[in-house]
């Protein structure tokens, strides 16, 4: 599991997070939510190692995480997609999805099947470059890249921002999908609610870097959680 206990971040003087804490475990997914700037970005940034925390603590499986690097973190099973997709323009859907083999052994580095299960549309893409691809697509590619290094955290920021509709679908399914094979914590920055709540075990909203609601799915029905969400 993923552990996080009063983590505070500081980007130069000012804190982004005060004393966050929030936990994420196999099968299940943790949605996180809050209006823009609340700190959510930042939350995912100190999961995967591109942002330092400031005090509080972080382990994973048992494991500190404060002073692994990205890769070292990457390594220990935690993949990121990230808001935006950071998808490589020029190299082909084939070439991005094998980005990911670099973190695994010679033996393990194939594409799992899994991947064109769940994005039919990456197969028939294969040979394209990632940069002809639709906003949709790309964000597709950047879960089945995240899938190739066989994650045990999946850390999605925002995977529906500009996506049309069919394709949040096909998203929510992939989501739903890895959560039920039992073996993935997911964490979900999210700020389309619904989707949110459709698939979240447990959440927080957070508010000015801070935790102001926690709970279980069951939680979120009403409006009590919508109407933090509003401005
Ligand atoms: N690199 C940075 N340097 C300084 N301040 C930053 C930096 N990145 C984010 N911030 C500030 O930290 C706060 C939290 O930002 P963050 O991006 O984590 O929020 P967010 O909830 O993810 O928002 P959004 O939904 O808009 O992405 C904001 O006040 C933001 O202006």
């Known amino acids: 599991m993923l552990d996080i206990r009063e983590i505070d971040v500081f980007y130069g003087a000012a804190q982004a997070l005060r004393g966050v804490s929030m936990a994420a475990h196999p099968g299940r997914v943790t949605s996180v939510l809050g209006r823009n700037g609340v700190g959510k970005t930042t939350l995912l940034r100190a999961i995967t190692g591109r942002q330092q925390i400031r005090s509080g603590k972080m382990e994973w499986e048992g494991r500190d995480l404060s002073r692994l690097r990205p890769e070292a973190r990457a390594r220990a099973g935690i993949a ?13 859907v084939r070439e991005n999805l094998e980005t990911g083999f670099s973190l695994l052994p010679r033996r393990e580095r194939r594409i799992p099947e899994e991947v064109f299960q769940l994005f039919p549309v990456l197969q028939e893409m294969m040979g394209r470059r990632g940069g002809d691809l639709s906003g949709g697509q790309q964000q597709q590619l950047a879960i089945g890249r995240a899938m190739v290094t066989r994650p045990r955290l999946l850390v999605l920021d925002e995977p529906t921002e500009g996506i049309q509709p069919s394709i949040i679908q096909d998203i929510g399914r992939a989501i739903k999908y890895l959560r039920g094979r039992g073996d993935m914590a997911i964490v979900l920055v999210e700020q389309y609610f619904d989707f949110a709540r459709d698939l979240a075990d447990d959440f927080i909203v957070l508010e000015r870097g801070q935790v102001i609601r926690a709970g279980v799915r069951a939680d979120m029905d009403g409006d009590s959680v919508r109407n933090l969400l509003t401005v």
């Open 80 to 92: 990121f997609v990230p808001q935006g997709r950071e998808i490589f323009p020029l190299l082909t």
